[in-house]
């Protein structure tokens, strides 16, 4: 049973906005770095925005300035904000979480070993219609 549960995909015409939500256990949220990457099918998963044990966070460059992430301690849920949607943004949407490893040099570049990150959601797919 997996510990992380996206919601908030869907389908949004490019320049609108969505809201992904990943609710978590009070234990990860509390001591787990998290983050969201974003995987299109035959191509490596790669993370697109992090924010670590203290509130750092870190994004890809492809989406600074249009994405945000936050963390609600209250509902233990990582959300990640995304407005200003083009169509290179569609792809399948992961959270994640894990103990080793910094933000500053996981988020922005592929996942090539997925299994590396201790804690995975099922994914939430995002379609940008241009």
């Known amino acids: 049973q997996r510990r992380l549960v996206e919601s908030g995909g869907g389908s949004v015409q490019a320049g609108g906005s969505l809201r992904l939500s990943c609710t978590a256990s009070e234990y990860i949220f509390s001591y787990y770095n998290m983050g969201w990457f974003r995987q299109d099918p035959g191509k490596e998963r790669v993370g697109v925005a992090g924010?670590?044990?203290?509130?750092?966070?870190k994004y890809a460059e492809s989406v600074v300035g249009r994405f945000s992430i936050s963390k609600d301690n209250a509902k233990n849920t990582l959300y990640l904000q995304m407005n200003s949607l083009k169509s290179e943004d569609s792809a399948m949407y992961y959270c994640a979480a894990w103990v080793a490893g910094p933000i500053s040099t996981i988020i922005g570049s592929p996942i090539r070993r997925p299994e590396a990150l201790d804690e995975w959601g099922q994914g939430t797919l995002v379609n940008v219609s241009s």
């Open positions: 924010i670590d044990t203290d509130g750092g966070t």
